[in-house]
């Protein structure tokens, strides 16, 4: 996270201080680099600039109206799993062409919608999806073009819950199953399969897991063309991780493109590709502050501001940020438990850290947290959600003002 450094001992965001904006604006507070973000965007632009590819940000991972139109004015198209998700991408001025629908679950609005708004590809997992889409494009006689998203077994050793390419998960058509699904829309008049795709998890560290899935889908596609079906394009998705802990290693963007494009180099389909976390994830931090400090006979914890409503990762997948004091003070380390306020013992944002010794009052950073942070918060425990701003420079932008008490029950018939 070099956007996100120490200065003379106090940690800033680009050319502003964390501790101003925390100031300015209350904790809990997540806090963007404008210029994080367009350098990943680039980089995955540069990377791939010599293969004919489309880069299709996953809006999941962060889906901020302002975060969107950075993202999508350098030239990114969307990868959308809700029709909500669609409507964000159209209401800040993508074109439906540049939008690829992905998901196990979309329902006959959402399809229905999608087509009529001229969706560029949905991304079909079942037969069931299938029928549902052509019983649509015959009612409406609207062309659509789809992708059958293949499913291919590739265990990515990463945490079960977001491993998404295993026959065990609800995702994707077996391939075996391919050519009988293919057969139900062939010379169908308003349904085109363009393409294959695959998503086979999130956060994977293994570049070779890439390669497999990209093999997978290249040896089919040919296979397929050879049948006579026009497969043009092969869809990967996204998964590419990133480092939550600065003692990690892990593949870099220029490395995962390399991956792939040993794999399809040499053969003629457009590569489609879906990253979020490694846009946004490094490009975002939560910041907290110190509201407690306990001891009981066997912990300490720190009691902060921020809880598992505003950062769910740590709970659900027992996932690790790294958190610093955003000023550095001259204190001994202590092993503590960084917890928040809501009566869950799953409230927590980090276990087992050393940390200078902490007061009341004192700021922390939670790092790497611009991915499913903002976009997974709740209410739980009538807790508002938090404020969101953008730095560029010195300029910071409030992107989502902080909800007001009033406005958690607006929506509730008494």
Same mark, same amino acid.
């Given at each position: 996270?070099?956007?996100?450094?120490?200065?003379?001992?106090?940690?800033?965001?680009?050319?502003?201080?964390?501790?101003?904006?925390?100031?300015?604006?209350?904790?809990?507070?997540?806090? %963007?680099?404008?210029?994080?973000?367009?350098?990943?965007?680039?980089?995955?632009?540069?990377?791939?600039?010599?293969?004919?590819?489309?880069?299709? %940000?996953?809006?999941?991972?962060?889906?901020?109206?302002?975060?969107?139109?950075?993202?999508?004015?350098?030239?990114?198209?969307?990868?959308?799993?809700?029709?909500?998700?669609?409507?964000?991408?159209?209401?800040?001025?993508?074109?439906?062409?540049?939008?690829?629908?992905?998901?196990?679950?979309?329902?006959?609005?959402?399809?229905?919608?999608?087509?009529?708004? *001229?969706?560029?590809?949905?991304?079909?997992?079942?037969?069931?999806?299938?029928?549902?889409?052509?019983?649509?494009?015959?009612?409406h006689?609207?062309?659509?073009s789809?992708?059958?998203?293949?499913?291919?077994?590739?265990?990515?050793?990463?945490n079960?819950?977001?491993?998404?390419?295993?026959?065990?998960?609800?995702?994707?058509?077996?391939?075996?199953?391919?050519?009988?699904v293919?057969?139900?829309?062939?010379?169908?008049?308003?349904?085109?399969?363009?393409?294959?795709?695959?998503?086979?998890?999130?956060?994977?560290?293994?570049?070779?897991?890439?390669?497999?899935?990209?093999?997978?889908?290249?040896?089919?596609?040919?296979?397929?063309?050879?049948?006579?079906?026009?497969?043009?394009?092969?869809?990967?998705?996204?998964?590419?991780g990133?480092? %939550?802990?600065?003692?990690?290693?892990?593949?870099?963007?220029?490395?995962? *493109?390399?991956?792939?494009?040993?794999?399809?180099?040499?053969?003629?389909?457009?590569?489609?590709?879906?990253?979020?976390?490694?846009?946004?994830?490094?490009?975002?931090?939560?910041?907290?502050?110190?509201?407690?400090?306990?001891?009981?006979?066997?912990?300490?914890?720190?009691?902060?501001?921020?809880?598992?409503?505003?950062?769910?990762?740590?709970?659900?997948?027992?996932?690790?940020?790294?958190?610093?004091?955003?000023?550095?003070?001259?204190?001994?380390?202590?092993?503590?438990?960084?917890? *928040?306020?809501?009566?869950?013992?799953?409230?927590?944002?980090?276990?087992?850290?050393?940390?200078?010794?902490?007061?009341?009052?004192?700021?922390?950073?939670?790092?790497t947290?611009?991915? %499913?942070?903002?976009?997974?918060?709740?209410?739980?425990?009538?807790?508002?959600?938090?404020?969101?701003?953008?730095?560029?420079?010195?300029e910071v932008?409030?992107?989502?003002?902080?909800?007001?008490?009033?406005?958690?029950?607006?929506?509730?018939?008494?």
């Amino acid at each position: 996270m070099n956007h996100f450094y120490l200065r003379n001992g106090q940690f800033f965001c680009e050319d502003t201080s964390i501790k101003e904006i925390a100031k300015k604006f209350g904790t809990p507070i997540y806090i %963007y680099s404008k210029s994080a973000i367009q350098d990943n965007c680039r980089q995955f632009q540069r990377v791939f600039s010599g293969y004919p590819t489309e880069i299709c %940000y996953a809006v999941k991972a962060n889906y901020n109206l302002s975060i969107l139109k950075e993202i999508f004015s350098l030239g990114l198209g969307a990868d959308v799993v809700s029709i909500g998700e669609l409507e964000r991408c159209l209401k800040v001025g993508l074109s439906g062409s540049k939008i690829v629908f992905s998901g196990v679950g979309k329902s006959h609005f959402e399809i229905e919608r999608a087509i009529k708004l *001229g969706v560029g590809t949905l991304n079909v997992e079942s037969l069931s999806e299938l029928s549902m889409i052509r019983k649509i494009t015959e009612e409406h006689k609207i062309k659509v073009s789809i992708n059958l998203r293949i499913n291919p077994n590739i265990d990515v050793k990463t945490n079960p819950y977001i491993a998404t390419g295993l026959y065990g998960t609800k995702f994707g058509i077996a391939d075996e199953m391919v050519k009988e699904v293919l057969q139900t829309v062939k010379n169908h008049k308003f349904i085109k399969v363009e393409g294959l795709a695959c998503h086979i998890g999130s956060q994977i560290l293994e570049l070779q897991r890439f390669a497999e899935a990209a093999l997978r889908l290249r040896e089919l596609g040919t296979d397929l063309k050879q049948m006579g079906y026009p497969i043009s394009r092969l869809d990967l998705g996204g998964g590419l991780g990133i480092s %939550y802990n600065e003692k990690e290693s892990v593949p870099s963007i220029e490395e995962y *493109g390399q991956t792939l494009l040993n794999v399809l180099n040499t053969h003629s389909f457009k590569l489609f590709l879906e990253p979020g976390r490694s846009i946004i994830g490094n490009a975002g931090a939560l910041v907290t502050e110190v509201i407690h400090l306990k001891q009981n006979r066997t912990r300490h914890f720190t009691i902060v501001d921020a809880a598992m409503n505003d950062l769910i990762r740590p709970c659900l997948y027992k996932a690790h940020h790294d958190i610093v004091p955003v000023e550095e003070r001259d204190r001994s380390l202590i092993l503590t438990d960084v917890v *928040g306020p809501i009566c869950e013992t799953g409230d927590f944002l980090g276990l087992d850290r050393y940390l200078p010794e902490s007061m009341a009052g004192d700021l922390l950073m939670i790092k790497t947290a611009g991915a %499913y942070g903002s976009t997974m918060t709740s209410n739980y425990n009538t807790r508002p959600r938090v404020a969101e701003v953008l730095v560029s420079g010195q300029e910071v932008k409030l992107i989502r003002r902080r909800e007001s008490l009033t406005e958690l029950w607006q929506h509730e018939i008494f």
